[in-house]
């Protein structure tokens, strides 16, 4: 035991206690989050994993205590022993905002040279400086907030699946390459040589074969291996739920599925979440929102306005669809005084971005609407084309003519990125549903040959 901490033995975190708690003596430990001296009083907002705690000292505390909590400076690890009171300011924005230490006895367990950050606001630093110094970025507290909810999860998602007969078996980890979605991480076999192990992509040859061995409800919190480019929502390693269940139908695993969301969102974050969720085939995905993972919390759904376009004279229209393709839309409503003509030459450039040839508008901004095919309508064919959308005064028509594939992909990405700019997107809702009927196989619209989806 460190000599500084000899006969001191923490009463529990910091972030524990509460007003059931003043007038008993408690010993905690942590990290000096920050120290403030304000001349016969001096605070310490002592952190550790749980949060944080104030310590106080006073005219009344012994002098050579005092003169050690003077000393103190971040990221000093220390302890410190004392009776819980309830503070006279308090602090509503942290859970122990309403009671302080008044310490009596106080220990420095190791001192810290300055921090190369401030801990509280690591995440405006770059990564270079952080990742060089993790163990300081992961004392930030919401990194710590992370680490603790991947904690929780992991331990809930045990629970529910035992508690559901199901048996938690280890995978080997140096596996033959299996055919997957990315390239395998080898490793080099010392023994074998010019031979290679394959790390997993996911352990679905071996979970199979417990189902054949007759362990009939396998699950693994597997570590996975996947050697692809980094994106927003790829990483080269990660950890999945990994389950697998025999003598089931789709119906049975989907209800296990939605008792576990059910469970681990009221459990982490105090969401109500329905056991039974909604469900929506793939087809009416990709048509109404353009992706298979729409997002249904606002509406602007995709239409598609093929037939009215194919009787106009515009050119850009009418060859698409004469190619097989066909023209979608979709309406912003009371955008007309966001979406500028300047916003509305950047949202196509970011259209362009993303494959699309170009990007029609009608913006309704004023009595007569404005649009930018107008010189290519007969008479009477705008007003029916807002009167199909259902547009009105104030809104704004985004429309796409292409390959029906790419059309609906580059609205699915507009959608996104109109409701973002409208802030539309309601924040601490969530829209959890299946997709179902996911195709095994896609047409090519370019070479018009069968690939794997």
Excluded at 134 to 153: A, D, Q, S, V
Aim: charged content about 30%.
């Amino acid at each position: 035991m460190n000599n500084s901490i000899k006969g001191m033995k923490r009463t529990d975190y910091c972030a524990r206690f509460n007003m059931k708690n003043v007038g008993q003596t408690v010993t905690v430990f942590g990290w000096v989050q920050r120290q403030r001296d304000l001349g016969n009083l001096i605070f310490i907002d002592l952190r550790d994993r749980t949060g944080i705690i104030q310590l106080s000292f006073n005219d009344k505390t012994d002098r050579d205590i005092f003169a050690l909590a003077q000393s103190a400076r971040s990221e000093y690890v220390v302890a410190a022993t004392g009776v819980v009171a309830e503070r006279e300011s308090k602090n509503k924005d942290i859970p122990t905002g309403d009671i302080e230490v008044i310490v009596s006895d106080f220990r420095i367990v190791s001192k810290a040279k300055t921090p190369p950050f401030e801990i509280e606001k690591s995440e405006k630093v770059g990564d270079e400086i952080t990742l060089k110094y993790r163990y300081l970025n992961l004392r930030n507290e919401k990194l710590t907030k992370n680490i603790l909810m991947r904690h929780e999860i992991a331990k809930i998602a045990r629970e529910y699946f035992y508690a559901n007969d199901f048996i938690e078996i280890e995978t080997p980890m140096m596996i033959k390459s299996t055919p997957e979605g990315a390239r395998d991480y080898v490793v080099p076999s010392r023994i074998h040589n010019g031979k290679f192990y394959a790390l997993p992509q996911s352990p679905q040859i071996y979970k199979q074969l417990t189902m054949i061995a007759g362990f009939d409800r396998y699950i693994q919190l597997a570590r996975c291996f996947r050697d692809e480019d980094l994106r927003a929502d790829r990483q080269p390693e990660f950890t999945q739920i990994d389950l697998e269940m025999s003598f089931v139908d789709c119906d049975d695993i989907m209800n296990m599925a939605e008792g576990f969301i059910s469970k681990l969102m009221k459990k982490t974050i105090n969401v109500d979440v329905p056991e039974h969720l909604p469900r929506m085939t793939f087809a009416d995905a990709m048509n109404k929102y353009g992706s298979d993972k729409p997002d249904t919390r606002f509406d602007m759904l995709i239409q598609d306005i093929s037939d009215w376009a194919d009787n106009t004279d515009f050119v850009v229209f009418k060859s698409a669809i004469a190619d097989g393709g066909s023209v979608k839309a979709i309406v912003a409503k009371n955008a007309a005084s966001v979406y500028t003509r300047k916003k509305i030459d950047k949202l196509t450039a970011s259209a362009k971005g993303i494959g699309a040839k170009g990007l029609a508008y009608v913006r309704w901004a004023d009595a007569e609407p404005n649009c930018s095919f107008s010189k290519f309508l007969k008479d009477g064919e705008l007003d029916e084309l807002l009167s199909t959308l259902g547009a009105q005064q104030g809104d704004v028509v985004f429309i796409v003519s292409d390959k029906t594939g790419k059309a609906l992909t580059v609205m699915g990405a507009l959608r996104l990125m109109v409701a973002k700019e409208l802030d539309i997107i309601p924040e601490g809702k969530w829209n959890f549903l299946w997709i179902t009927e996911m195709p095994f196989f896609e047409m090519d619209e370019e070479t018009g040959e069968w690939v794997a989806a």
